[in-house]
């Protein structure tokens, strides 16, 4: 729930000026790539940022230039979106270079919105003898020397910021669904993640790469909030370059981490590649939902049911580690089955809240063992007595008690998994089973699907214990 709406403050400015380095520097992280590379940043990126109990929206855009072609139209044009969606406009200029046209069009620009305009002199550490006076030329009063390196000035830029915004807090939405767009580049990740948020935030271009951060977007659909996050391209480890594009592979395994449910794309006319096979395993293994989407459909010649018919099965079997993600064919050209894959979502979120209680699942744990007991060595036959449900796991999370577990075959795991499903309909989302031998059961153990347990958390839950 939102008690106010958070105001905005859009970085602004030439390429390689340091406009990521001072959005870091203020989240106090590495959420935007910073490199010395001019033009790093493509796309928009926006992270919310707090400064003495006020919160605001803090966006990073690409450094503005002359739009050489269509991709730099699209860069510029965001800037410019940037800018008219912003309550304060920062404009970031060199302390050490003089002041040119670029500069200039810049400040013109952020002045003509009749907004609250900073004007920030990064790299001050660089300009000695340099006479800052001078870039009062350029129209903007409220001037701030900085240096992110050092982080000289960014507090008296923060307190001078937080008297031109109101108080405002956001509360988070717990309820908020998180999307994650995963795929190999260029397989149509960011021309979903504008059909799906209505809005040209992501940059939709020919060439492989375009996306290296993570992206977000919130809409609502049935009542529902949905964070989605389009993510840079997962390359093979030997294809993986140094610098820029390794810290984009790390955001898209965090974006796993932080989704609930995760599409992974992939474009029809080059499928089934192992690393697709490896991303799905990553998804499984963080025990997210996930969905398979077969993208570009609408460039399939001659497609009909028979077509699609023909390829699920193969799809199936290249998958068959994960028998449980949907497959849907999509086009965000056309936005064939585009809404779907928001019902899909919700659908999967309520599977992934089901409580099963205890009696209901050991009457069923009976079932399956009389149906298929589990085989072991001689005298070494897993026996399993009982199972729970974690309820305070997001995870679909089955605790199963008995003894010799540890002999018991991984396929006999994946037949209590396959009969589970079945059962109590877990279709799109990851289940999780632990194992715990008889001997252990009244250990506070360390969940694999949950955070690891300090001493001092284990010497609590013992107190509750007592207490109660």
């Not at 050092?150 to 908020?176: K, W």
């Not at 540890?406 to 999780?432: I, N």
Request: aromatic fraction near 8%; include cysteine; hydrophobic fraction near 40%.
């Amino acid at each position: 729930m939102i008690s106010k709406k958070l105001p905005i403050v859009a970085i602004v400015g030439r390429a390689n000026v340091g406009k990521s380095s001072l959005f870091n520097a203020i989240l106090e992280r590495r959420e935007a790539i910073v490199a010395r590379e001019a033009g790093t940043t493509r796309d928009s990126i926006a992270s919310k940022a707090q400064w003495h109990e006020h919160q605001f929206w803090l966006i990073d855009t690409a450094g503005m230039k002359d739009a050489a072609d269509d991709f730099e139209f699209t860069i510029q044009e965001q800037i410019t979106q940037a800018a008219d969606s912003a309550d304060i406009i920062w404009v970031v200029v060199e302390a050490n270079v003089a002041i040119n046209e670029e500069d200039r069009r810049i400040a013109r620009i952020a002045l003509k919105s009749k907004k609250p305009v900073f004007l920030i002199l990064n790299k001050v550490d660089r300009a000695r003898g340099s006479d800052l006076d001078d870039f009062k030329r350029l129209g903007i009063s409220a001037i701030f020397p900085t240096s992110t390196t050092q982080r000289r000035g960014v507090d008296e830029l923060l307190d001078s910021l937080i008297t031109h915004i109101p108080q405002a807090s956001e509360i988070e939405d717990n309820d908020r669904l998180r999307v994650a767009l995963l795929g190999r580049p260029n397989v149509g990740k960011s021309a979903l993640f504008n059909s799906l948020a209505k809005k040209q935030q992501a940059i939709v271009a020919d060439r492989a790469g375009t996306t290296r951060d993570i992206n977000r977007a919130v809409v609502r659909y049935r009542g529902r909030e949905l964070e989605i996050m389009d993510t840079a391209g997962i390359r093979r480890p030997g294809k993986i370059g140094v610098g820029i594009e390794h810290f984009s592979v790390i955001r898209s395994l965090a974006a796993i981490e932080q989704a609930d449910v995760c599409f992974l794309l992939m474009d029809v006319n080059e499928m089934n590649t192992g690393l697709d096979q490896k991303i799905a395993g990553m998804v499984k293994e963080a025990g997210k939902g996930l969905v398979l989407v077969v993208s570009k459909w609408d460039s399939v010649e001659g497609k009909d049911a028979y077509t699609r018919d023909s390829l699920a099965p193969e799809i199936a079997h290249i998958f068959d580690f994960v028998p449980w993600a949907p497959l849907i064919f999509t086009s965000s050209v056309t936005g064939q089955n585009v809404s779907k894959l928001f019902d899909l979502v919700l659908q999967i979120a309520e599977r992934r809240k089901t409580r099963i209680t205890t009696r209901t699942l050991n009457v069923w744990l009976g079932s399956v063992i009389a149906k298929h007991p589990p085989a072991g060595l001689k005298n070494r036959a897993p026996k399993l007595n009982y199972m729970v449900q974690e309820d305070d796991n997001p995870i679909p999370a089955f605790k199963v008690f008995g003894s010799h577990t540890k002999f018991l075959h991984w396929s006999y795991k994946r037949f209590m998994e396959r009969e589970l499903r079945y059962k109590f309909d877990f279709e799109g989302t990851a289940v999780q089973f632990w194992f715990i031998e008889k001997a252990d059961r009244h250990k506070h153990g360390n969940s694999p699907t949950k955070p690891e347990r300090s001493g001092i958390q284990r010497k609590n839950i013992k107190n509750r214990a007592r207490q109660k």
